[in-house]
């Protein structure tokens, strides 16, 4: 059984997204994204889920980003139940300060309306989006 988790928005790690967007080292991110999905959302086939996927990519399109793939779990080698995901996405942002401006793009609205609906519980990693 698969144990319910909270997810939190690591401060911290937000207020060191917005320095990096506001300075001359603003750069390309890639974020690697965790998802267990909901019985809602019907992953991989569901109209929820796929949805999802559409109105993601295309908002992260808006603010210049791409999904560079997207990868089925196929099960968990190492962790605990809450570890578990069905699925991991690569989405790279030409800059930090483009990924803040996510949240408030065309489209944004709809995209977290049904990440709230399909995401049950995501972890989400900043990684180096350049050479």
């Given amino acids: 059984m698969i144990s319910t988790h909270v997810m939190r928005i690591q401060e911290n ?3 060191a997204l917005k320095r990096i967007a506001a300075s001359a080292d603003d750069g390309p991110v890639l974020m690697l994204n965790q998802n267990r999905y909901s ?3 019907g992953y991989p086939t569901g109209r929820e889920y796929l949805s999802y996927i559409k109105i993601l990519e295309a ?7 791409k999904v560079l793939w997207r990868s089925h779990v196929q099960g968990l080698l190492v962790g605990c139940e809450h570890d578990c995901f069905h699925e991991i996405l690569a989405i790279w942002y030409p800059s930090h300060k483009s990924f803040l401006k996510l949240s408030k793009s065309e489209g944004a609205d709809s995209m977290l309306r049904l990440r709230q609906v399909c995401v049950e519980n995501a972890v989400v990693h900043r990684c180096k989006g350049g050479k």
């Avoid at 908002?59 to 980003?65: D, I, L, N």
């Fill in 59 to 65: 908002t992260v399109g808006r603010v210049g980003g």
């Fill in 39 to 41: 019985r809602e959302a």
């Fill in 13 to 15: 790690e937000v207020e």
